[in-house]
């Protein structure tokens, strides 16, 4: 049988089911009834529907990763797997979980001098202001307003600012 190369409704939602089951796409491609991986990559490009539904399949092989990883310490604790080689898969998979799904199993990022109800400020190289939610903002002004307080009393040594 040849492998598919015309885009087809049901070959995409298989694709994007195993991806969203923890499946890579190289894994699946590798199946004969299955499009090549460049095809597939072609797909995405031409279509927006496919294409949406791939990112949120990504998106939701976050979960999948998680819950390898749950998998992979019960089968180390057996004596199944090596410690050392479940930790390698544990830690990538740890990574791409928390890529696929930051707010769920990303790395949480503290400020410091921030307080418990200051929100996460988006990190860049670069922070454009002009492109901060009101949210961000508000946190900021808060940090600031702190932190030039805390001058304040530093410079003064009485621990109030100068005025």
Known sequence: MARPSSFNDATAEEICIRIMCGDSLAEICRDEEMPAYRTVMRWLKDDETFRRNYASARED?????????ADIAKRIIKGEIDPAAGRAAIDALKWTAG???PKAYGD???????????APIRQSHSFDLTTASD????????????????????QSGAG???G
């Open 61 to 69: 092989q976050g979960h999948a990763d998680a819950d390898a990883i």
């Open 99 to 101: 890529k696929r799904q």
């Open 108 to 118: 949480k990022v503290a400020l410091v001098g921030g307080g418990k109800d200051d």
């Open 135 to 154: 949210e961000e903002l508000e946190v900021i002004e808060r940090f600031i307003t702190r932190r030039a307080a805390d001058a304040g009393r530093d």
């Open 160 to 162: 109030e600012t100068e």
